[in-house]
């Protein structure tokens, strides 16, 4: 199936959107540590806000999609990033820098799921390849702008904040030309619905049971931007080496799509078997990282993990999608976007509170235990849509 050139547009938009923001997440930490001056811990501790910023951003984003449409709710998004990127050029001291930031979080949390539910609205037909695409943007997004900031920020800082500025603006000239079509019209609005009333309560448990699930993926894997990371610093694996397994997995991303196709067609599409593989895929590969010395064992292990992120991020939006009633698929994809955050943020505090009281192998053996939490969620999460159907 070939993709409508209004998805194409979404996703060109989503790549412009997270490469902007991404110029910035890597630098945060050492920018507020270095220049401002400020101890890890302060710097944590913004992060946390930044990302509970990013979790209300998702949710109202969500929500003001179902009741303003897509365009409008990108585009409040869009105002917000460029004025507090705008304001971060000109004040970028302290406690400015931490103010614009948790306001770009908000504003970036804003855009994500509305654009996820444009594309779900604007090519219904296109099931996993519509959300697997926007997939493949974010990392594009990611891998370009992580690249790129490390390189302009050694020019200096300021230019980060300017290159920061000119991916919004450029994201917003794409919004406001190709986003305003007739994709709102296809999205009808059931304000006065509720979740939990008996005729949509089925879908909300599957999605609430869903998002748990999520979640606890992300507790996981964001172990290897934050424990793992300063382990691979302490057995004097050097930070290039470290930044070469992120642009493997970027990389693999996309370019090894065609490797994961065969089991795909072998599963029949079945997106729950997807994330079974790819969840099992995770445990592998924690599993296998966890007897690493050296780096090869570490690049192994990020090889398998990016194999099962594969089959499980693009297929999580996509069953909200199925299961969002009519009017509330902004709302479902909110939802699962403020999952992932929520495991992000947390993730970091949990597998450092774990190596802290014990080591680093009660770490992977944790995550293992909670991944495999997770597959018990997604068995049951679709049990009462199997009985209704």
Known sequence: ????????????????????????????????????????TIAGLVLMINSFGMVIGNLLGGNLFDKLGGY????????????????????????????????????????????????????????????????????????IGAASGGFVAELSFNYIFIAN????????????????????????????????????????????????????????????????ASFTQEINISMSQYSLLWTVNGIMILVAQPLILPVIRLLKGNLKYQMLVGIVIFIISFFVTSFAEQFSIFMVGMIILTLGEMFVWPAVPTIANQLAPKGKEGSFQGYVNSAATVGKAFGPLIGGIVVDSFNMQAMFLSMIILLIIALVFLQIYDKKLSKDT
């Open 1 to 40: 199936m070939n993709m409508p050139k209004s998805v194409w547009w979404l996703v060109i938009g989503m790549a412009l959107n997270i490469t902007g923001s991404s110029f910035l997440w890597p630098l945060n930490t050492i920018y507020m540590n270095e220049q401002l001056d400020k101890s890890l």
């Open 165 to 228: 500025l000119l991916m919004y603006v450029a994201f917003a000239i794409v919004a406001v030309t190709q986003f305003n079509i007739k994709l709102d019209l296809k999205v009808k609005h059931t304000d006065a619905m509720s979740l939990l009333s008996k005729e949509y309560r089925t879908q909300f448990i599957a999605l609430t049971l869903l998002c748990i699930m999520f979640s606890i993926c992300w507790v996981a894997y964001i172990q290897w931007e934050s424990t793992i």
């Open 72 to 143: 409008k709710t990108i585009m409040i998004g869009t105002v917000i990033c460029m004025m507090s990127t705008t304001l971060l050029n000109f004040f970028h001291g302290w406690p400015w820098y931490a103010i614009w930031l948790v306001a770009l979080g908000f504003g970036g949390g804003m855009i994500v799921p509305a654009i996820y539910a444009l594309a779900g609205a604007v090519w219904p037909q296109g099931g996993r390849q519509t959300f697997n695409a926007i997939y493949l943007a974010q990392n594009l997004g990611v891998a």
